[in-house]
């Protein structure tokens, strides 16, 4: 009982925070390492080529998704919990929703005939459903959010993960189509809706379709910052890999999927804890100015403890990684592995950058770096996709994180928040040390999992015996 009191009701701020960041880690975890396998075995199983028209289809339809959206999300979320009276708008956001959805269907059906492969055309139609129907997902789970019910959030992306997971594994066994595969990630979106009508309809939450049009221009005027600074990032997340569509490089799309399924799988870790401190930073800023920055640094080193020797260590092991995960087939991508692993740092930092500006209510700050990052981007694919295709996208994604994280950093200086670098050294220590290991060769010829078990125990020993002579020794850091 006292097990269900803490995950399943919400008694107190404490136990309620807890309670939410339990739910959304284990969801987090599951959905994405599902969804990891899942795409490694697809892509073994497809090859290269039609691995290609799966993530060009996913790309190209990802830029139109946030035409379904425009921010909504998170206004929803503020405006349940800031005005009681939000409730009653409900209605006519649901029939919004619905209407964007269907929007960016037919939008980008249109746009699909703009594509000279006329393979990838029908898994594009699929795809546009999937946008559609995630709209509507994404509008319960607002209010599921909003409500403090992350547990039905959970439930909600683990039955899509779950069914998605199944049904493409079955089909890559039984019938190794790739629309087939595309029927699969339509049918766990269908699922998501169901489920999450079901809990609408058990909270007493599932709003009958209204239109009133004052209280929809008020919610688009209030989103439209959100959603100008998600089209700057799914800009820069996602046009790379239509570029290369578009200029018939399928097979480098597949090899470069590749690898940002490999980049999804490392960050898993850092979404955590972002999950886990952003409720934390965001009370402290609220009540105790010190305790908010003793949170972000906190934050930060915890972000480079991870960050530092999973980018150095991929570098150099990026051969292996990809020939045990993908197969000599997807060896191409081992460069470009190599040059997207090294903006891993900056990744996790932008992590801690854009938590610390929602939490102090600087969230338009997000808006200026996100579009000038996917300006940088755009300018960058333009200029080196043509030259070195896959390559040429993977240096432009990294040059353009790095970019990023630098206009965060001088912004937190600007805005007088301090990160504490001290700890840094016995990190660069253990790393460093971490690397010489890895380039000695001793483990070169076992299993790369071992390798990497190995390496980690290395970092990990040397990391606390440094900490632990640092601090004997009196040394500050």
């Given at each position: 009982?006292?097990?269900?009191?803490?995950?399943?009701?919400?008694?107190?701020l404490?136990?309620?925070?807890?309670?939410?960041?339990?739910?959304?880690?284990?969801?987090?975890?599951?959905?994405?390492?599902?969804?990891?396998?899942?795409?490694?075995?697809?892509?073994?199983?497809?090859?290269a080529?039609?691995?290609?028209?799966?993530?060009?289809?996913?790309?190209?339809?990802?830029?139109?998704?946030?035409?379904?959206?425009?921010?909504?999300?998170?206004?929803?979320?503020?405006?349940?919990?800031?005005?009681?009276?939000?409730?009653?708008?409900?209605?006519?956001?649901?029939?919004?929703k619905?209407?964007?959805g269907?929007l960016?269907?037919?939008?980008?059906?249109?746009?699909?005939?703009?594509?000279?492969?006329?393979?990838?055309?029908?898994?594009?139609?699929?795809?546009?459903?999937?946008?559609?129907?995630?709209?509507?997902?994404?509008?319960?789970?607002?209010?599921?959010?909003?409500?403090?019910?992350?547990?039905?959030?959970?439930?909600?992306?683990?039955?899509?993960?779950?069914?998605?997971?199944?049904?493409?594994?079955?089909?890559?066994?039984?019938?190794?189509?790739?629309?087939?595969?595309?029927?699969?990630?339509?049918?766990?979106?269908?699922?998501?809706?169901?489920?999450?009508?079901?809990?609408?309809?058990?909270?007493?939450?599932?709003?009958?379709?209204?239109?009133?049009?004052?209280?929809?221009?008020?919610?688009?005027s209030?989103?439209?910052?959100?959603?100008?600074?998600?089209?700057?990032?799914?800009?820069y997340?996602?046009?790379?890999?239509?570029?290369?569509?578009?200029?018939?490089?399928?097979?480098?799309v597949?090899?470069?999927?590749?690898?940002n399924?490999?980049?999804?799988?490392?960050?898993?870790?850092?979404?955590?804890?972002?999950?886990?401190?952003?409720?934390?930073?965001?009370?402290?800023?609220?009540?105790?100015?010190?305790?908010?920055?003793?949170?972000?640094?906190?934050?930060?080193?915890?972000?480079?403890?991870?960050?530092?020797?999973?980018?150095?260590?991929?570098?150099?092991?990026?051969?292996?990684?990809?020939?045990?995960?993908?197969?000599?087939?997807?060896?191409?991508?081992?460069?470009?592995?190599?040059?997207?692993?090294?903006?891993?740092?900056?990744?996790?930092?932008?992590?801690?950058?854009?938590?610390?500006?929602?939490?102090?209510?600087?969230?338009?700050?997000?808006?200026?770096?996100?579009?000038?990052?996917?300006?940088?981007?755009?300018?960058?694919?333009?200029?080196?996709?043509?030259?070195?295709?896959?390559?040429?996208?993977?240096?432009?994604?990294?040059?353009?994180?790095?970019?990023?994280?630098?206009?965060?950093?001088?912004?937190?200086?600007?805005?007088?928040?301090?990160?504490?670098?001290?700890?840094?050294?016995?990190?660069?220590?253990?790393?460093?040390?971490?690397?010489?290991?890895?380039?000695?060769?001793?483990?070169?010829?076992?299993?790369i999992?071992?390798?990497?078990?190995?390496?980690?125990?290395?970092?990990?020993?040397?990391?606390?015996?440094?900490?632990?002579?640092?601090?004997?020794?009196?040394?500050?850091?």
């Amino acid at each position: 009982m006292k097990i269900k009191n803490l995950l399943l009701k919400n008694k107190s701020l404490k136990q309620t925070l807890f309670k939410n960041t339990v739910w959304l880690s284990v969801s987090k975890v599951i959905t994405h390492i599902l969804t990891a396998i899942l795409g490694i075995f697809i892509a073994r199983t497809l090859g290269a080529t039609n691995y290609g028209l799966l993530g060009f289809a996913i790309s190209f339809t990802g830029l139109f998704s946030i035409l379904s959206e425009l921010g909504l999300h998170f206004i929803i979320i503020r405006e349940i919990n800031q005005n009681q009276n939000a409730k009653n708008d409900l209605g006519t956001l649901l029939s919004l929703k619905l209407f964007l959805g269907f929007l960016a269907f037919f939008i980008i059906i249109g746009c699909s005939f703009f594509i000279k492969n006329i393979e990838v055309r029908p898994l594009i139609i699929i795809f546009a459903a999937v946008t559609s129907l995630g709209s509507i997902t994404l509008f319960f789970t607002a209010i599921f959010r909003a409500l403090q019910k992350m547990e039905y959030v959970a439930l909600t992306e683990l039955v899509q993960a779950i069914m998605l997971f199944i049904g493409g594994f079955l089909i890559i066994v039984l019938n190794p189509i790739v629309t087939l595969v595309a029927y699969a990630y339509l049918l766990s979106s269908l699922l998501s809706v169901l489920v999450v009508v079901i809990v609408a309809k058990r909270l007493s939450i599932l709003p009958r379709l209204t239109l009133n049009l004052k209280v929809a221009k008020k919610y688009l005027s209030l989103s439209w910052p959100l959603a100008l600074s998600t089209v700057f990032t799914t800009i820069y997340v996602q046009i790379d890999s239509v570029m290369m569509g578009f200029r018939g490089m399928i097979t480098e799309v597949g090899w470069y999927q590749a690898c940002n399924k490999i980049m999804n799988i490392v960050i898993i870790p850092g979404g955590i804890i972002k999950t886990v401190f952003f409720p934390a930073i965001s009370l402290a800023y609220k009540e105790k100015k010190g305790y908010f920055q003793k949170n972000i640094n906190i934050f930060f080193n915890t972000l480079m403890f991870l960050a530092l020797p999973i980018s150095i260590g991929g570098f150099l092991l990026s051969h292996d990684i990809i020939l045990f995960i993908y197969g000599k087939n997807f060896l191409p991508s081992a460069l470009s592995l190599k040059i997207l692993i090294i903006s891993i740092i900056p990744i996790l930092f932008i992590m801690l950058t854009d938590s610390i500006f929602i939490a102090i209510r600087r969230q338009k700050i997000i808006i200026y770096t996100t579009g000038l990052t996917a300006l940088l981007n755009i300018i960058l694919n333009f200029i080196l996709i043509p030259r070195y295709s896959l390559y040429g996208a993977a240096v432009a994604t990294t040059i353009s994180y790095i970019f990023y994280f630098l206009l965060s950093l001088i912004i937190l200086k600007k805005i007088n928040i301090k990160l504490n670098i001290q700890p840094l050294a016995i990190i660069l220590i253990a790393t460093l040390i971490m690397a010489i290991f890895i380039l000695s060769g001793i483990t070169q010829n076992i299993n790369i999992i071992l390798q990497i078990i190995i390496a980690g125990f290395i970092y990990i020993l040397t990391f606390g015996l440094s900490k632990f002579i640092f601090n004997y020794t009196k040394i500050k850091y």
